[in-house]
């Protein structure tokens, strides 16, 4: 066996289960219930019709992706990297800015992945406590020495949106440090820092199709920031691997951001079911902050965050348990389709009325 200082060792992000051959309502990774845009069936079909494109390397550049990102937020193509779903872009922010030695910041409840890069990357970082309601103290950010700042807004997995005129202050409070806002679930009805690229060169905001554009298999993320950043961002890209986005995953990519309507149908829909769904969760007596994404976190007085899991999942029901300091009673529910949310509020009743 080779010796162990040989080895980059590291302890890997977990990540939600994806059942194999159980028939669950699985509302445990926050995927888009609704298929992705029509176009997107149409796109890979004509490409299947002509397997004789996949003989070329693709476009180094994303091109024709790239270009529809840009037309569709009214932003140059230079403002835009993207790569192979967020969390390829949000690593790939990691390794070209958190350059320091200084230590990173972000919320001890967050997305756990960024903890995960910190290591990996072997860059210091410190973790800042929320607030008991969740949410973020804006000041812990400011005047305080760092290396960069990396906010989910909304945040996960609590749902919770830190308002727009907050996240300009953090980032007005810290301009020789890149701020990181990870917009993956913007498009639920939080407002987006995206305007701010034009004021700032040092905001990164970084979005992705896996949630609201219903595309969490094919892996498409991108991020958006003045042109000097995005550059620093594919110089190291393709210092590492210049092909990341294979042709499929530009061509069902560019199909999705062309169908503006469908895009706004389908999240107006996951809104509408959401807000449905916690006014049920209300009346049952759970406790939440009203959310801004595709999922909501509650707990409920009377059960463990563990309980509630297992007595959901045995009637068929998956959603996500962190079994984490502050967090542990919580559960995460991805908002589903309506008729999967009856069923939720309908199991939730029963476990609530029979104790489990
Ligand atoms: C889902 C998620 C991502 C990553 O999504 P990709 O599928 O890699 O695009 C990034 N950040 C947060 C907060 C997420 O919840």
Same mark, same amino acid.
Do not use: C, Q, W
């Given at each position: 066996m080779i010796r162990e200082d040989n080895i980059r060792r590291t302890t890997p992000y977990t990540a939600g289960e994806q059942p194999k051959g159980v028939k669950l309502i699985k509302l445990n990774t926050n995927e888009n219930p609704y298929p992705p845009a029509p176009g997107v069936g149409e796109a890979?079909?004509?490409l299947s019709e002509d397997p004789a494109k996949l003989r070329l390397y693709p476009d180094m550049d994303a091109s024709p992706l790239v270009d529809a990102l840009a037309e569709e937020y009214?932003?140059?193509?230079?403002?835009i990297f993207v790569g192979i779903g967020s969390d390829d872009v949000l690593s790939m922010c990691f390794l070209t800015f958190f350059n320091?030695?200084?230590?990173?910041?972000?919320p001890d409840i967050t997305y756990s992945f960024y903890d995960v890069w910190a290591e990996v990357y072997r860059i210091p970082f410190k973790t800042v406590p929320l607030r008991d309601d969740f949410t973020i103290r804006t000041e812990d950010y400011l005047?305080?020495?760092?290396g960069g700042i990396v906010i989910a807004n909304p945040n996960a997995p609590t749902g919770v949106e830190l308002p727009l005129k907050e996240i300009r202050k953090i980032i007005?409070?810290?301009?020789?440090?890149?701020?990181?806002?990870?917009?993956a679930y913007v498009d639920f009805g939080a407002e987006s820092a995206l305007p701010l690229i034009k004021e700032y060169d040092n905001l990164i905001v970084v979005q992705t199709f896996s949630k609201s554009r219903a595309l969490a298999g094919m892996r498409i993320g991108y991020a958006m920031g003045c042109p000097e950043l995005i550059r620093a961002m594919k110089d190291v890209k393709f210092s590492v691997n210049s092909y990341t986005m294979n042709l499929?995953? &530009? $061509?069902?990519?560019?199909?999705? !951001? %062309?169908? +503006?309507?469908?895009?706004?149908? &389908? $999240?107006?829909?996951?809104?509408? !079911? %959401?807000? +449905?769904?916690?006014d049920?969760?209300?009346e049952m007596g759970f406790d939440f902050a009203r959310s801004r994404a595709n999922f909501v976190f509650a707990r409920h007085p009377l059960f463990s965050g563990a309980d509630l899991k297992d007595a959901l999942r045995k009637r068929g029901i998956l959603v996500r348990h962190f079994a984490k300091p502050r967090i542990e009673d919580y559960l995460r529910i991805t908002v589903g389709t309506r008729e999967e949310m009856e069923e939720v509020a309908s199991a939730l009743r029963e476990i609530i009325r029979s104790g489990s």
């Open positions: 890979l079909k004509s009214g932003i140059s193509p230079e403002e320091s030695g200084r230590p990173v910041l972000f005047g305080t020495e760092n007005e409070g810290n301009p020789e440090n890149l701020v990181i806002v990870d917009e499929p995953s &530009i $061509t069902a990519g560019t199909a999705a !951001v %062309r169908d +503006r309507a469908y895009f706004m149908e &389908i $999240t107006g829909k996951i809104i509408d !079911v %959401r807000e +449905r769904f916690e049920e969760l209300e």
